[in-house]
């Protein structure tokens, strides 16, 4: 239940082009949806967030959309650009109990986009 | 240095070696975690320490130890890993306990021979 599943596991975009990511989750607490860009060598950067009251986020040309009741939100980069190939993790988080802000990421997403 | 800074970037060690990872965090956070990253799979959260105190051990093996002298650094002492230990250890550091937006280190590569 505490799982967060990401797809898919690598994604090939032409430059220009869209990239989606997808991530599902089980927990309803969950109640904190980031994204992390890593590049290869570095560690993880928060790259944008949304919480379950808003449906849509944009930040530049990252937007996550989040669809409540389905329990899925996503990542879209558009115009993406070979500067943007990276892992992604989406991940999730929660207010109460015991589990209390801890980060539960997904799988990672490895994206290469070709120039 | 600005940030969160890990040292070594690399190490291997033998079964039977003893050897520790540092963390330092340049940012004036008051939390600390450790992480482990293996291929193909999700970050583990290993410990995370909260102004020095450890707050959580996410039923991590005694053979890591981790070390929290003040809010600004942290260790992960390792003694007679398993080769299933290789990985890359990630220390981050957040602003409020167990915070949704954690600041990440480059990472230890540790390999386990």
Not at chain 1, 13 to 23: A, D, L, R, T, Y
Not at chain 1, 54 to 67: C, D, L
Not at chain 2, 2 to 25: A, D, F, I, W, Y
Request: glycine fraction near 8%; charged fraction near 15%.
């Amino acid at each position: 239940q505490q799982q967060v599943k990401q797809s898919p596991q690598s994604l090939i975009v032409q430059k220009g082009g869209i990239s989606i990511i997808n991530c599902a989750y089980e927990n309803t607490a969950f109640d904190y949806f980031p994204w992390y860009q890593q590049f290869p060598g570095k560690g993880p950067a928060l790259l944008i967030a949304i919480r379950p009251d808003v449906s849509e986020k944009k930040e530049g040309r990252f937007t996550i959309s989040f669809n409540k009741s389905a329990k899925q939100f996503s990542l879209h980069i558009m115009d993406s650009q070979p500067g943007d190939s990276a892992t992604y993790f989406c991940a999730a988080s929660m207010h109460g109990g015991t589990s209390y802000g801890k980060l539960t990421f997904g799988q990672g997403t490895i994206l290469t986009v070709h120039p | 240095e600005t940030g969160v800074t890990q040292t070594p970037r690399h190490l291997v060690m033998g079964m039977t070696n003893k050897k520790s990872l540092k963390c330092e965090q340049h940012l004036g956070h008051n939390a600390m975690y450790w992480y482990k990253q293996s291929a193909k799979k999700p970050l583990e959260l290993m410990f995370v320490y909260n102004f020095k105190e450890q707050t959580e051990n996410n039923s991590v093996p005694s053979r890591f130890s981790p070390e929290c002298p003040n809010s600004s650094h942290l260790f992960l002492h390792l003694h007679t890993l398993q080769p299933e230990d290789s990985a890359l250890y990630l220390c981050a550091s957040s602003p409020v306990p167990i915070s949704y937006e954690q600041y990440f280190g480059p990472g230890t590569r540790l390999t386990v021979t």
